[in-house]
Structures are given as C-alpha cells and as structure tokens.
C-alpha cells in the first residue's frame, strides 16, 4: 500500500458510509432490520440499568445493613453464614473470643471495622388482654388505699366486659359444639365470673377473686401471642456507628454499653400491633402508594374480611365506657343505628374503596386512644426464651428500648425482619460461655441476686430440694411460671443499668463477624489477605462475601440478573438470525450492483466491507435511537419511580420503589452488542457479496 | 500502432446442467490501441463471451487472452480487478450506475477504489468529464432523475475516469432511441479521438456498426469476418 492508497482510505470509508447511508433509505427490509436493533438496545439500555440500579441498591442494603463487605466465621462451622434466612438457621460454631480475632483483622490497611455477631431465634410471648388488664387490677388493688377508688371500679368493669366477651364466645360455643365438646368446669367458672353475686363480693376479698379469675378465666381467652422473633446479637455501639443503613424509627438507641434491644420496626408492625391496625395500615398503604383497590385486589379483600370477623381484640381492651364511646363513635361514621358493639365493629371494618379514608380517620383519630395499639411498647421489657446450644431452654429479660429499619428494607419480610440486641444479652440466650468468663459471670450474678433457670437445671434443683425455685414452688413446672419466677428474681433492673466496657462486649463469643472495608473495590484481595491471615495466625477463620453471607438473598440477585442476560441473550440471537435472513435478501436484491462494482474494479475485500459497514452502520444509527429512547425512559423512570407489587420487589427494590440510574455499564455494553449482533449477522450476506460474478453486471436487465 | 488484445485460438464452455454449450470455438483477434471496433453478431452469437473475456470477467477454457501485454490465465482475481479497474473502462447496456449515488459519486467512483488520488485531483477530472459529456449541470443529480441517454453518458463518463487504455461497451445503445444511441455512439467515437482510446463495443445493430471503424462479426462462436467499416455491403 503506498502513501497515496493511504491517504485515499479515509474517502474510501467515507465513500462505504455513504452509499450504507443512502442505503438506509433504498430498501423495507433495513426499516425491519433497524427496529429490531432498535427494540433489543432499547430493552437492553431499559433492563440493564434497572438491574445494575437494583444490584447496587440492594448491594449497598446488604452491606450497609448488617453484612459488611465481608464476613468471617469459624472454621469448624457446619455451614455458611445465611443472614437474611428468617427460617434456616445456620449451624455456625462460636468464635470463642471475638476480641482475638478483632485485633488481628483491624491491622489490615483496608479493614475499616470489624463488627461481632451472632444470629438466633426465639418465641417471644406476649400476655393477652385479659393478662393485662387483670394485671392492671391487681396492681390497683394492692396499691389501695392510694389508688384512687374509681380507678378500681374502671378496671373492675373492664375485666368483667372481658369476662362477658368471652361468655358470649362460649355461648356460641355451645350452641354448635357436639355434646362434651365444651368443658363443663368452664362453663361453670365463666358462669361464676360473670354473676352479679361474684362482682358484689370482689371488695370483700380482693385478692381471692383475682386469683380466680387469674387461673381460671384468664386461661380462656385463647390470644396469647406467639411471635416468633430473629435477631442479631451485636456489639450495639459500633454497629450503630459503622452500618449507615440503620435507623431508629421508635424510642431510643439502646445507650451505650447497655444490654438491650431494638425490634425491626417491620416486626413491630407486623406482630406487635393490633392486627384491626395493622391491617387498615397494610389497606391504607396498598391504596395510597400502590393505587390499588379494594373492589378488584382479593388481598385487600381478605383483609377488610379479617376486619370485619376479627373485632375480638378491641372488644377485650375495652371497658364498658369506652366500649359505649365506642358504639357512638361507630354509628356516626357508619350511620348505623345497632346497639351492639361487636355488630357495629363489624360494620365499620366493612370498608370500602369509597368509604375506607374516611373509616381509617375515624380509627386513628377516635378509637385508638382508646386502645393499646401495641403489645410492647418502647421503655417495656421483653422476656425471650430460646434453645441454647447445649439444648437447655434459656429466657432473658432485655428492655426494648425503641425500633429500628435499615434504610431499603423496610417493607420487607425476606430481610427486614432481623431485630437487634446487644451481644450480652445473646451470649446468655446462645449458652455459650468461656471459662474466663464463667467466674465473672457467677460473681455478677450472685452480686445481682441473678440466676439463670433453665428447664434441665430447674428440675435437677427442684428435685434436689434446697434451692430457692424449690422454695418457691411446689410440684408441678410450669415453663410460663417458671419464666414469671425468672423474672422477679432476676434483679432486672442491675442489668439493665450496667454498662459493659468495649473490651467486656469484645471479649467473648460471637458467631461471626462483619468486616467493612475502607475500598469495597478490593474485596477480593482484602479476603484473600484476611484468608492467609488467619491460617497465618491459626485465627481458625473462614471469609465470604456480602452476597454469600447474606444467604439465598444473595444469590437472588445474580439469579435476576442471569434472567435478564438470558433474555437479552436470547432477544439477540434472535435478533441475529433475523437480520442475517434480511440482510441475505437485501444483498440478493443488490446482485446487480455488486457485480457492477466487481467488473469496474471492486476488490472482493471493498464488497465485504461495504455489506459490513452497511449493516453496521445501520445497527449503529438504530442502536443510538434505541440507547437514546432508552436513556429517556430511565430518567422518566429515575424520576417516576418503578412501584414494588410485592415483598420480593420490595427488596429487590430497596423500598417502596426503584428510581434506576442510567448505567454508563449498560450503555456501553449495548455499544458492543450491537457492533457484535450487526456483525456477525451480516458476516454470511457479506462473504455471499463477495461471492458475486462481475459477468452478473453485464446481464441484461430483466 | 502497438497491439492492445491479442486472442489467440481461444475457446469457452459453458456447462449448463450436463449439457456443454460451445460459446467460443477457437477464435483469434487482434485489437491495436487506439482502435474503434464493433463486435457484431445476433443474440447466442458469443459476442458477449468474447468482449467478457477481454473485459477480464471471465477466463478462457483454452487459447490465449492477453490485455495490454498481460497474459489473463496467469491472474489471480485480485490481479484481474485490478487490471479492470487501471486498465479497462465498463460502458453497460442497462447503465449500471449505483442508483444511491449521485452523478459525481458515480464518476468519482473508481478512483475512490485506485487510491491513488488526492480530492482535488478527483473532482477535476471527474468535473471535466462530466463537462465533455455534457452533464456538468447534473453533478448532484442521482440517476434516477436522469434520461436513459443521460444516464448513458454518466457510465462514458465513470468509464473514462480512470483513463483506461480499452472501452468495452457491451450493447451501449441497445436500451436507447436511435437518435440518443447515435449521440452516444458520436461521443464515443470524440472520446476516442481525443484521448486515443481503444473502444471495443458490441452491438446487433447495422446502424450502430456503421459507426465503427472496424467490424468484427461472430457467428456460432466463430469470428467469421474482420473488415473495415463501410467495407461491407
């Protein structure tokens, strides 16, 4: 090639360009062609940047959440960490002292902090409401003379409304039940509870009728809430001050070194408050956030349909005032003109798309004052009871001092239902002690007056005669009274106010730990380093990443974005095939042409290249409409935002909705696609150019 | 004047199907430069196989073809496009013009593919051609604006651009009126005189051959009289 072919080329090219420009225009089949290349870069522009926006947001919720960039455990573990697994614990042998492998980890130049962990289980039950209010009466009745007498008298009639309630259940009962079905002693004792005669003679002997009603009414009411909780035990203070995804919504951060807990705020909702209320809140938000309707969505539907059949928990919190407060308040929002509560209730709750704003007001602002609307509330303490490792039933009493969300999981079930407590509390759930800790603990305890019952060393003291549970107790165990022992004499409130030194929360288990990096780019390295590390150091430590620790959670996000790559893959293919088809027919129609240019002195290299460039040149043109367009609907969408259907869009989502960000990645990619796609479809069709005749020129013209 | 074609005992079979067919059975021609010669012969006559051949389209099944001193069954068909494109010029029946280009495009062409000419150089030789054919207010047309005969004078003009040293024209008239086809033929015919030109074109026409001044007629594949035009009755 001599300098002047050289210095022809860039006219040559321009020449290629332009008769693939003019041809753009000559034939149907490149309008065909453009709008397939245009739909698959509009799809792929669309798609990717909705998944890389998804991937990075739920990324940084993972991460900045409660996984860190990393996480360690032990070695001897059977399994993997699996944090966002509600209903799979895994089997994670303790890391016997935390603080040893703290130090080591926290010399890695990109190590920013080193977070211990542990994640369990437990049922928490919480006291009904006739629990409740009875405890509320004895506490009057013992308080008295000071307690002012109509207070008595209020929660008095409260606990008889309870008592009616429940008669009234028992009725219906018996009206369907086959014979024997209903347990005469019941009957009897409700009967009892409810008579004129047993209120008359309250006064008199007090504490007596309490203790009936106690252990045999209050048994009747079959609400005790079981609420299964999951929980991360942590070192409160540097989690809080190290995962910026966590936020208090409710009371207070759990003061620094103290023992307690904070419950994810979805938990809280969802199983602590009154289901009437939860329920108008899951309607109201389904109506205002996600426009849909009651009329035509059959979950709104069944909920408005537990509301109506489920009124039961606010008939027992109320007393008979309130309960006539009430009724008025319900007949003026429904125009209703029943005198029965329960009826009225149901009424009210038979919300409509027309009426249900209006009734969700009415609720909020006139009958919840009226109401707990939680079972718990910020400031109360909890009693949580969990297997420990070696199998004993261990119970706590933590003080839940507020709730929490981690920003972008919210809403969801799949992971934002971990509650947080301070990583003593779950030593003493999780049973594990060192030996260096033992002796610490008991002086603590018998400071405290404090002593751990577990259900195995109960009964070996029970039997064995002098201790204080058999003091205490006669006969039979029973685990809702051995807790209740538990937790009088577990001097709480030392507890509670002590604060534990950093080195006091360090020095001990953890189950695993979160590591977050200063350059979340170098992860890998900094694993592999933290890896070498501890075989180094005999730390006994295993590393995984954020996704992997995250559990199946994780591995969502790379089945969606297989999804999404499959699908592209496929829309190309197809693709492919469909314009190697056309640009074979354009190329027939074009013999002519070709053969025209061979004879004048096209080589064979300048027709492949022209069949090319066309083909190239008309994805490109395409393409850019298509990534153009498509650029315009994600900043349409970055603005109006992807609504999440579901819990699982939710999370994937990291909230109530997606805002995707244009991905630079995307657009990029779909450059190359498109280059690869055009192609390599119009490889076929431009080595059959080639293959042209010059003689084809000279034919005649029909 | 230097011989320009020489074919010497030069045969072509076509297979169709099983059946052979003959085009060219032994046909000698010699062709000095600067010469205005007419191939003569009706349809099936082997007139276009024989101007393919000289065109370097197409190759011999036996004898020898040798285009300005170079022997076309030695070429490869990079050699033979490139002997097309610096040495033969291409005048079509139909016109052959790249519909997408325009008029200039289409004279500027194979220069495009010689690579050896600045801009400057190309669009004056392409304007001064376009000016002897009389299109020069056409540069910017596209062809299918133009008249059959116009058309015609854009593939002179694109056939002329390179200055080759042979003109095939293969029926250049044929898809024209008599009158447009006699204009053609007469600027072929200046183009010839002007820049010394050999124009080789075939035709079955009398009138057209009358043009020329030497006729060569082929029969059956055969070359069965070579004489100077006027020379026959």
């Given at each position: 090639m001599t300098l002047q072919s050289l210095r022809a080329l860039p006219s040559e090219a321009a020449l290629l360009v332009r008769i693939s420009l003019r041809n753009l225009s000559g034939s149907f089949l490149n309008l065909i062609i453009g709008m397939i290349i245009f739909a698959g870069t509009l799809f792929f522009v669309v798609g990717g940047s909705i998944i890389n926006s998804m991937d990075t947001g739920m990324s940084q919720s993972i991460i900045g959440s409660v996984a860190g960039n990393m996480q360690v455990y032990s070695a001897s573990s059977e399994d993997s960490p699996a944090l966002f697994d509600n209903w799979n614990l895994p089997d994670l042998a303790a890391i016997p002292d935390f603080s040893k492998v703290r130090a080591p980890l926290m010399a890695n130049p990109n190590v920013r902090e080193v977070v211990p962990m542990g994640v369990g289980s437990a049922l928490v039950v919480c006291?009904?409401?006739?629990?409740?209010?009875?405890?509320?009466?004895?506490?009057?009745?013992?308080?008295?003379?000071?307690?002012?007498?109509?207070?008595?008298?209020?929660?008095?009639?409260?606990?008889?409304?309870?008592?009616?309630?429940?008669?009234?259940?028992?009725?219906?009962?018996?009206?369907?039940?086959?014979?024997?079905?209903?347990?005469?002693?019941s009957v009897q004792d409700l009967a009892r509870a409810s008579s004129d005669?047993?209120?008359?003679?309250?006064?008199?002997?007090?504490?007596?009728?309490?203790?009936?009603?106690?252990?045999?009414?209050?048994?009747?009411?079959?609400?005790?809430?079981?609420?299964?909780?999951?929980?991360?035990?942590?070192?409160?203070?540097?989690?809080?001050?190290t995962f910026d995804r966590m936020q208090v919504v409710d009371g207070q951060a759990v003061p620094k070194g103290r023992r307690g807990m904070l419950l994810s705020k979805f938990v809280y909702e969802s199983f602590f408050k009154l289901k009437s209320a939860y329920r108008l809140d899951e309607i109201h938000e389904a109506i205002t956030t996600q426009g849909k309707k009651i009329a035509s969505d059959p979950d709104l539907q069944e909920f408005v349909k537990q509301n109506r059949t489920e009124t039961r928990e606010i008939l027992l919190q109320l007393d008979p005032l309130s309960a006539a407060k009430c009724a008025d308040?319900?007949?003026?929002?429904?125009?209703?003109?029943?005198?029965?509560?329960?009826?009225?209730?149901?009424?009210?709750?038979?919300?409509?798309?027309?009426?249900?704003e209006d009734r969700y007001k009415v609720f909020y602002g006139q009958i919840?004052?009226?109401?707990?609307?939680?079972?718990?509330?910020?400031?109360?303490?909890?009693?949580?009871?969990?297997?420990?490792?070696?199998?004993?039933?261990?119970?706590?009493?933590?003080?839940?001092?507020?709730?929490?969300?981690?920003?972008?999981?919210?809403?969801?079930?799949?992971?934002?239902?971990?509650?947080?407590?301070?990583?003593?509390?779950?030593?003493?759930?999780?049973?594990?002690?060192t030996p260096e800790k033992v002796a610490e603990t008991k002086r603590l305890e018998a400071e405290a007056g404090a002593r751990q019952v577990s259900r195995a060393d109960a009964e070996?003291?029970?039997?064995?005669?002098?201790?204080?549970?058999?003091?205490?107790?006669?006969?039979?165990?029973?685990?809702?009274?051995?807790?209740?022992?538990?937790?009088?004499?577990?001097?709480?409130?030392?507890?509670?106010?002590?604060?534990?030194?950093?080195?006091?929360?360090?020095?001990?288990?953890?189950?695993?730990?979160?590591?977050?990096?200063?350059?979340?780019?170098?992860?890998?390295?900094?694993?592999?380093?933290?890896?070498?590390?501890?075989?180094?150091?005999?730390?006994?430590?295993?590393?995984?990443?954020?996704?992997?620790?995250?559990?199946?959670?994780?591995?969502?996000?790379?089945?969606a974005k297989a999804i999404l790559y499959f699908a592209t893959f496929i829309i190309f293919i197809v693709a492919l095939v469909i314009i190697n088809n056309a640009v074979v027919m354009a190329t027939l129609q074009r013999v002519r042409e070709i053969g025209t240019m061979r004879a004048i002195g096209a080589q064979k290299d300048f027709v492949l290249a022209m069949v090319l460039t066309e083909t190239v040149v008309l994805g490109l043109l395409f393409g850019s409409a298509g990534a153009a367009l498509g650029s315009a609907a994600v900043a349409w969408l970055h603005h109006a935002g992807i609504p999440a259907f579901n819990v699982f869009l939710y999370f994937f989502f990291?909230?109530?909705?997606?805002?995707?960000?244009?991905?630079?990645?995307?657009?990029?990619a779909a450059f190359f696609v498109v280059l690869f796609v055009t192609c390599a479809s119009a490889l076929y069709p431009a080595i059959m150019a080639t293959r042209v005749s010059p003689i084809q020129a000279m034919a005649s013209e029909d | 004047m230097p011989e320009i074609v020489s074919i010497v005992n030069v045969r072509k079979d076509y297979h169709l199907d099983k059946v052979i067919v003959q085009a060219l059975q032994g046909?000698?021609?010699?062709?000095?430069?600067?010469?205005?010669?007419?191939?003569?012969?009706?349809?099936?006559?082997?007139?276009?196989?024989?101007?393919?051949?000289?065109?370097?389209?197409?190759?011999?099944?036996?004898?020898?073809?040798?285009?300005?001193?170079?022997?076309?069954?030695?070429?490869?068909?990079?050699?033979?496009?490139?002997?097309?494109?610096?040495?033969?010029?291409?005048?079509?029946?139909?016109?052959?013009?790249?519909?997408?280009?325009?008029?200039?495009?289409?004279?500027?062409?194979?220069?495009?593919?010689?690579?050896?000419?600045?801009?400057?150089?190309?669009?004056?030789?392409?304007?001064?051609?376009?000016e002897k054919v009389g299109l020069d207010r056409h540069?910017?047309?596209?062809?299918?604006?133009?008249?059959?005969?116009?058309?015609?004078?854009?593939?002179i003009a694109r056939a002329l651009v390179t200055r080759p040293q042979i003109v095939l024209a293969d029926e250049p008239t044929a898809n024209l009126d008599s009158v447009t086809g006699d204009t053609i033929l007469a600027l072929m015919k200046q183009m010839n005189q002007a820049e010394k030109t050999t124009f080789i074109f075939s035709t079955h026409d009398a009138k057209v051959m009358s043009h020329a001044d030497k006729v060569v007629r082929i029969a059956d594949g055969r070359i069965v009289a070579a004489q100077a035009a006027g020379a026959h009755p």
């Open positions: 006291g009904n409401s006739a629990d409740t209010a009875l405890e509320r009466l004895r506490k009057a009745v013992e308080a008295r003379p000071r307690a002012p007498r109509g207070q008595i008298e209020s929660l008095k009639a409260h606990v008889r409304q309870i008592v009616n309630v429940i008669q009234t259940d028992y009725d219906s009962l018996s009206r369907v039940a086959v014979k024997n079905a209903v347990d005469k002693q005669a047993f209120w008359n003679g309250f006064d008199a002997d007090p504490l007596g009728h309490l203790e009936f009603l106690e252990n045999k009414v209050a048994g009747l009411i079959p609400d005790a809430d079981q609420i299964y909780l999951h929980y991360a035990g942590t070192d409160l203070d540097t989690f809080g001050s308040i319900v007949r003026a929002a429904t125009g209703s003109k029943e005198t029965a509560l329960p009826k009225l209730l149901e009424s009210f709750f038979d919300t409509t798309d027309a009426n249900f919840a004052p009226m109401l707990e609307l939680y079972l718990l509330k910020p400031g109360d303490m909890l009693t949580i009871q969990a297997y420990s490792k070696s199998g004993f039933l261990a119970a706590i009493n933590v003080k839940v001092y507020g709730t929490f969300q981690f920003k972008g999981l919210e809403k969801s079930d799949l992971a934002g239902s971990l509650s947080l407590m301070d990583l003593m509390s779950f030593r003493d759930l999780y049973g594990y002690v070996s003291e029970l039997f064995g005669g002098d201790s204080l549970v058999g003091d205490a107790k006669e006969g039979n165990i029973n685990d809702k009274a051995e807790l209740g022992d538990v937790a009088q004499r577990v001097k709480s409130q030392d507890l509670v106010t002590r604060t534990y030194s950093p080195d006091e929360i360090n020095q001990g288990i953890a189950l695993e730990a979160a590591v977050l990096l200063k350059d979340p780019s170098k992860l890998k390295q900094t694993m592999a380093e933290i890896q070498a590390l501890s075989d180094a150091q005999k730390l006994n430590l295993k590393v995984v990443d954020w996704q992997k620790a995250a559990g199946n959670i994780g591995q969502f996000v790379f089945v990291s909230g109530p909705r997606l805002y995707p960000d244009l991905s630079t990645g995307s657009l990029i | 046909v000698d021609l010699s062709v000095d430069a600067g010469e205005f010669i007419s191939i003569a012969g009706p349809s099936g006559s082997g007139k276009t196989t024989l101007l393919n051949l000289i065109g370097c389209v197409d190759v011999a099944s036996s004898g020898t073809v040798r285009i300005a001193g170079h022997d076309t069954a030695s070429l490869s068909d990079r050699e033979l496009t490139r002997l097309r494109l610096n040495t033969l010029g291409f005048i079509f029946q139909s016109f052959n013009l790249v519909p997408v280009l325009s008029v200039f495009q289409n004279v500027e062409f194979p220069l495009l593919l010689q690579r050896r000419t600045t801009r400057g150089e190309r669009t004056r030789r392409v304007d001064e051609l376009l540069a910017l047309h596209r062809p299918s604006e133009l008249s059959g005969g116009q058309r015609q004078r854009v593939a």
